[in-house]
């Protein structure tokens, strides 16, 4: 019970710090907006070949301006020195690794939901039940995803380089998460195919399961020196 | 029940090297309950790098710090740690700053906590405000207070002096002070001579990642210290 309390206050001081500087937040709409408008005018919104390309085209805009997110997440813990205090203190660093988590999630599906709105009025789609399953996949994904991103920000907090070798390190091991994000996305908002769309939520909740468990238990490693 | 006989730190052949460079060579020494031990040396003489050690936050190359004969992660939550960042948070303001430290280390009645620390370190007044705003001399204070949350066993100093004003540096003398009369255990990293000497129980000179000179307080006078200190360190 305490280290869910912790968790959840771990989490808190973190949305709370971005709540009143705004910084993630804003830079990561501005460039998920702004993917999405590259692809808008690149792409004629009304044909086939963009509505099968969409999928993906949503991918992008969700999950390369969530590398912003997971940067900063750790570069103010650094730069200020807090995360030596929080090392410092009697807190399991698996509780501290729940509750970047918690707080690195809770931020991408906020802001996923904003994207997910802006790319249905680019894209031409119309608001049905199958946008919830997208919601459920962004949820699914966003756990992996950030599961995975919080360890290597964590990794690569004191280098200099950390912005480019943040999403070098992270892409290649969340292939996966990619692959059940955009088949599963296009199973439902264009084939209607419920059954592929659960194979591919499957493999997302062990990914999920997996890489949680992973992190929780290698993050004393991560943060110990 | 720790055993009171047992001193509170003991440092064995503790040696820290960064590749072909020792940062830290072979100390050896104990601190005892209600020590208050100021540690002088020139710029990379290896004092931030041992106190690091002995806060747990660096691992040595070999030899071993304990705590109360005790090597385990107990020692993180005896031990207050003030280094030459503030370990604050800039957007949140201080009593929130000290309510989170005292959430972290489990204390009860964390708000209370805060505030009476806030009220000890003068920042009653300005416990609301985001320490984005508060001054150097404020900051120091406050990252004081955070150290002393939890009332640790044993409270590590590295350079707590830094960037103060006058009156900052006075206002803090008056807390180390009182923490001495407390009977606190301190150990205190400093360029400050007169200072580290005036507050201390018990002196070292660290040079060259060794322990070049210690002695009792009360041995030295301030004239003593500045020409042992300046013997050793332009040897």
Known sequence: MNNLKLIWWLALKDLKIEY??????????????????????????????????????????????????LNRSFQSEVEEGTLQGIVLSPVDRGVFFLGKFMANWLFLVAIDMLILAAFVVFFNFTLSGGLLWVLLLMVLVGIGFTAVGTVFAAMVSNIRIREVLLPILLFPIIVPIILAAVNGTREVLIHNDFSTLFRWMQLLIAFDVIFLAAGFLVFDYVVGE | MANPSLPLVRLTGLTKKFGAVSAVRNLNFQIHRGDFVAIFGPNGAGKTTLLKMVAGLTSPTSGEVKFEGDRSARARAETGYVSHQTLLYNELTGRENLLFYARLYGLDGGADLADSMLSRVGLAEARNLMVRGFSRGMKQRLTLGRALLHEPRLLLLDEPYTGLDQHGSRLLTRLLGTLR???????????????????????????????????????????????????????
Do not use: C
């Open chain 2, 181 to 235: 009369a407390e009977g606190r255990t301190v150990l205190m990293i400093t360029h400050n001579l007169a200072e580290g000497l005036e507050l201390s129980t018990r002196v070292m000179i660290l040079h060259r990642g060794k322990l070049a000179h210690q002695a009792r307080q009360e041995e030295l006078t301030r004239s003593a210290l500045e020409n042992l200190y300046f013997e050793i360190v332009e040897r």
């Open chain 1, 20 to 69: 009143r500087s705004r910084q993630a937040f804003l830079t990561t709409l501005f460039f998920a907006v702004l993917i999405l408008i590259i692809f808008n005018f690149a792409f004629d919104p009304g044909s086939n070949a963009t509505r099968e390309a969409s999928p993906g085209i949503l991918w992008v805009a969700l999950l390369f301006p969530g590398i912003i997110q």
